[in-house]
């Protein structure tokens, strides 16, 4: 089997990262095994926990010093479980040392509590961005409707104006044909007309007549 024939496999993988920092997909999976060597080889509880913390001290050290991936966003992500990681580990050390000791079960408690609550803080995390993503996608959708049913209202009442001007074009015009009443109308069509002596005028524009 050739090697580029992998290749859409190694670019699954890698292809979140720069192309001078692909190494860190293979690196990643030698910090879970060094972790499982520290929590698996050494018998020692209190030995494991502190070569754990000493990893992750160095994971995220290594980590903010080259920002491997493309995304800033991505590389703030891995920064901020890195340093759950510490905490978490940091916290069952401080346990693991009160249950020996039995000096302070109050503390031991709280301990525990704030343990669970880093543990459970990126699922929380995740959630919340899931569900503001989604009410986001929601509102964007709705906006979209709402200004395609407005430019579609726009452009329906501009047809039915044009449309209305139109037709009150073609209708003929009835001032022309409205008879004149007014006397100064009918004086100035008696002056028009006086040299026309075959001109006889209705009785009414008669009387007008001095």
Excluded: W
Aim: proline letters at 3%; aromatic letters at 14%.
């Amino acid at each position: 089997m050739k090697v580029e024939k992998l290749k859409p496999i190694f670019d699954g993988f890698q292809g979140c990262f720069d192309d001078k920092c692909r190494f860190f997909a293979g690196l990643y999976f030698l910090y879970r095994i060094i972790f499982v060597c520290a929590f698996s080889l050494i018998d020692v509880p209190l030995a494991s926990l502190a070569i754990a913390q000493v990893v992750v001290m160095i994971m995220t050290a290594v980590h903010l010093k080259f920002q491997p991936y493309r995304k800033k966003f991505h590389n703030n992500i891995d920064g901020c479980l890195f340093l759950l990681l510490g905490m978490i580990n940091i916290l069952t050390l401080i346990r693991y040392v009160e249950s020996i000791s039995q000096s302070e079960r109050n503390v031991m408690i709280l301990t525990g509590y704030i343990q669970l609550f880093f543990v459970y803080l990126p699922i929380f995390i995740f959630i919340f961005l899931l569900c503001s993503l989604a009410i986001k996608k929601h509102c964007k959708q709705n906006y979209h409707d709402i200004n395609s049913r407005k430019s579609f209202l726009t452009s329906f009442n501009f047809s039915n104006s044009r449309s209305l001007n139109m037709e009150n074009s073609h209708e003929p015009s009835t001032e022309s044909y409205v008879a004149s009443t007014s006397y100064y109308d009918m004086d100035i069509i008696k002056n028009t007309d006086d040299t026309d002596d075959d001109v006889n005028f209705r009785d009414e524009l008669q009387v007008l007549d001095p």
